[in-house]
């Protein structure tokens, strides 16, 4: 069972999650429910029918309205990016195809609305969920607030929009609208019982600088309005009535944050290099266009991972090959000269709404590479997409969960084919498309050796590399203490790959988490490392960290840690590094 509860001691609570946005903030709780509208109605009468698809129609202009305002709040505060959500829900909204089976079945079935609204976008729901990524499983949360808002409206419900300024919200779970709207009473923090790191809400909530903790379990019952809280968006600990020795110790924190900003903020116009002088690359993790301006800002030397399925969250399906070409040629022309990788698809099954087969485990399922090869309209049409967008000669093409050489050859057949069916069809073809794999899968790793002399690149995906290794799923709370980056396997492996692609003249980059992790630098500098992929906001951090350590002093620490057997041992080894060398 998870081990997340409160410790009391002196009145003090101390709940534990997981670290959603960074932050430091203290204050006033308030409770928010989130009321959730089931169906209350079952069947009607025939005469009924019509008016019962009248309320459903005011219902769904009144969710469109309250939308159409909360996305009008977020451009203004976030822009395009995140806006987004709304719009797709927006346009789910305007889905003739659904909304005609609706008032179809209402016609038919003589089912109340709220039953028939349920249902049907509840099977949308439950494909989310059954998706193995997080991303997708959490975008199943935004379906649910639509659904939930339309039934709300049908029974003339009201939006809670506004809470008491500058507290901390702590609930059940909070979807994106609530944290756009509340955000506007200037809220200090948020705590919730559910929910994900990789969520909506969670995301905003890191845009908008405001501190969250997710996965707190009960924690909404445990607490009432009117207590007071700090939030340690950096430890994952919410900690209800503090003593005065925790509120001091606060204090000392808050303060050492101030200078750690300010640290940051001049680090930005830094060099990438260590304090020996020895350059380093970094390049930034992306989802969206938007991002591509905070890049330069940051110093950033491209983008080492740009996750292409984030094109169609919002729409369930595949962009056609139109979308996608002007898609990606903006980001190769807002990018050039630096590199743009494309990764391609990295979907399940579920997710491109291609299946109806439900996996028994998703997770070692159709998904990745396997569906790009077994539907290739869906591979085709990226590839001619990507091709065609390459114009500036910048973007580099990256396969996920590649477990074989042959998966390799495949793809790489596949592109030449394609290549020489556009040059037939009359496109200028310039320039090469360099071809890159993810390493995520022990496979992979076994047969690295044979993997770095057919491709130009390597980025090694340590998410995914720790979940599979240690057969550990990294968005269960249940086994969260057991998924440990810096288990001696891991370590091992990113020290053979980093090795035999330096051995064969390929290039080797680390796109996952790990990367970002400031403790870990020093680990990958030692073992080799010179390219790291990390979201924007990390790279001014990771460069204060290179500026502090020298290759050699990194060499020593990663020879230590590649001998010892125990995950503690090695977590211990590099906190003492951090606190002696770096500033």
Known sequence: MPKTTGKNFEGEQVFRGMKASKGLVKGEVFIYKHHEFTPEG????????????????????????????????????????????????????????????????????????????????????????????????ERSQDIKDLKERIIRNLHSGTLLSKIKANTIVISSLLTPADVILFSRQDILGCATDGGGITSHAALICGSLNIPMIVGLHNVSEKTKTGDYAIIDGYTGELIINPSNERLEEFDRKREAELETDKKLEASKSLTSQTKCGKPIRLYSNIDFKEEIEALKKVGSKGVGLYRSESLFIASGKAPTEQEQYEYYYELSKNTAPLPLVIRLFDVGGDKLLISAYKEQNPNLGWRGIRILIDVPEVLENQIRAILRANILGNIQLLLPMISSIEEIEIIKSRVEEIREKMINEGYKLDHPLPLGVMIEIPAAVEIIDDIVRIVDFVSIGTNDLIQYTLAVDRNNDVVQDLYRKFHPAIIRMISKVIASAKQNNCHVSVCGEIAADPIATPLLLGLGLEDFSLVNSNIPELKSVLSSVTITECQKLAHKCLSLSKVTDIEEELRVFSETHVD
């Open 42 to 137: 079952d069947y009607i009468q025939a005469s009924e029918v019509e008016y019962e698809i009248s309320r459903l129609k005011d219902a769904l202009a009144r969710s469109k309205k309250e939308l159409l305002k909360i996305e009008r709040v977020t451009q203004q505060k976030l822009g395009e990016v995140f806006s987004e959500i709304f719009s797709a829900q927006i346009m789910m909204l305007n889905d003739h195809i659904m909304l005609d089976r609706v008032f179809e079945r209402i016609r038919k079935e003589h089912k109340c609305a709220d039953v028939i609204i349920d249902e049907e976008i509840t099977k949308y729901q439950e494909l989310m969920m059954k998706a193995e990524d997080s991303n997708f499983r």
